[in-house]
């Protein structure tokens, strides 16, 4: 069984950054795929990035160029980078960790192991 804990969200004026880190504890994630996700109020968990086993990253059209998503398999540790961040960025920020084959990232269901999200408001 793996634990996921997310942590680094917050209040954040629009064009500044912020960090969240997804550790987990149980069981390495060397070999996992990491995911990062968020739902706003009243809309649909949506895919934000995601990193494999090999280090390939993937992101959504509405984040690249602003976020990086990387990991520390020292630390079992996903990072995700968010810069120029914008008030349509405000959600609720899940971590998630799974063993996805190529092209499963972005569907949520593949996501055997989910944190318990970190709130991100971006005021304008």
């Known amino acids: 069984q793996v634990q996921l804990v997310e942590s680094g969200g917050g209040l954040v004026q629009a064009g500044g950054s912020l960090r969240l880190s997804c550790t987990a504890s149980?069981?390495?994630?060397?070999?996992?795929?990491g995911g990062w996700f968020r739902q706003a109020p009243g809309k649909e968990r949506e895919f934000v990035a995601g990193?494999?086993?090999?280090?390939?990253?993937y992101y959504a059209d509405s984040v690249k160029g602003r976020f990086t998503i990387s990991r520390d398999n020292v630390k079992n540790t996903v990072y995700l980078q968010m810069n120029s961040l914008k008030p349509e960025d405000t959600a609720v920020y899940y971590c998630?960790?799974?063993?996805?084959?190529?092209?499963?990232?972005?569907?949520?269901?593949?996501?055997?192991?989910w944190g318990q999200g970190t709130q991100v408001t971006v005021s304008s």
């Open positions: 998630a960790a799974g063993v996805l084959n190529t092209g499963q990232h972005m569907d949520d269901r593949r996501y055997a192991y």
């Open positions: 990193i494999r086993w090999n280090d390939m990253t």
């Open positions: 149980g069981r390495t994630l060397s070999g996992y795929t």
